[in-house]
T-cell receptor, first 116, second 113 residues
């Protein structure tokens, strides 16, 4: 069965420092995609970064980078130079191709708090 | 920039009442998803449409929930009768196709009293 695990319910980071949010996944399908979303208290899900299972290089988007370790089935999100506005819930998600129809399977989320 | 629209943003209803949520996807997006997010958890798919057809409704409680996308554009999710356990955020997302990036709307936060 496909599953996403986020083991950090909450994380604290000092402003301007880097932080890593952990994500491990489980699937037997060779073709999949991994996503990170940010959810502020207002509720909307904001797409941050995507990594395909066949991508050779780790994805980067501005201050966000994805540390993809395929053999360990991990897809950790690294946020560099944290800002106060980064305080939010962060969700890791997986999409399996084939018969799954493209639905996203989400983890439980990590609440990030950035301290001034 | 085009966005997914949802209404209402907030809804309070009493148990056993009927409630409906509306979603208007980004123009031209063929795939539409309804997710339910219980407080403290990640979203879970309720139903997925490809144009006007249901692709996946395996997690939709069909005894009380219904969803339609009659013309393959906007969509309505209905709950009748609502139960206390239905209190959650209901998120709509759309995608150009089922392998494309999903764009989420602002959600409808439902409270059942």
């Amino acid at each position: 069965a496909q599953k996403i695990t986020q083991t950090q319910p909450g994380m604290f980071v000092q402003e301007k420092e880097a932080v890593t949010l952990d994500c491990t996944y489980d699937t037997s399908d060779p073709s999949y995609g991994l996503f990170w979303y940010k959810q502020p208290s207002s509720g909307e899900m904001i797409f941050l970064i995507y990594q395909g299972s066949y991508d050779q290089q780790n994805a980067t988007e501005g201050r966000y980078s994805l540390n993809f370790q395929k053999a360990r089935k991990s897809a950790n999100l690294v946020i560099s130079a944290s800002q106060l506005g980064d305080s939010a819930m962060y969700f890791c998600a997986m999409r399996v191709m084939g018969n799954q129809g493209g639905k996203l399977i989400f983890g439980q989320g990590t609440e990030l708090s950035v301290k001034p | 920039e085009a966005e997914v629209a949802q209404s209402p943003r907030y809804k309070i209803t009493e148990k056993s009442q009927a409630v409906a949520f509306w979603c208007d996807p980004i123009s031209g997006h063929a795939t539409l998803y309804w997710y339910r997010q219980i407080l403290g958890q990640g979203p879970e798919l309720l139903v997925q449409f490809q144009d006007e057809s249901v692709v996946d409704d395996s997690q939709l409680p069909k005894d009380r929930f219904s969803a339609e996308r009659l013309k393959g554009v906007d969509s309505t999710l209905k709950i009748q009768p609502a139960e206390l356990g239905d209190s959650a955020m209901y998120l709509c997302a759309s995608s150009p196709h089922f392998e494309g990036e999903q764009y989420f709307g602002p959600g409808t936060r439902l409270t059942v009293t």
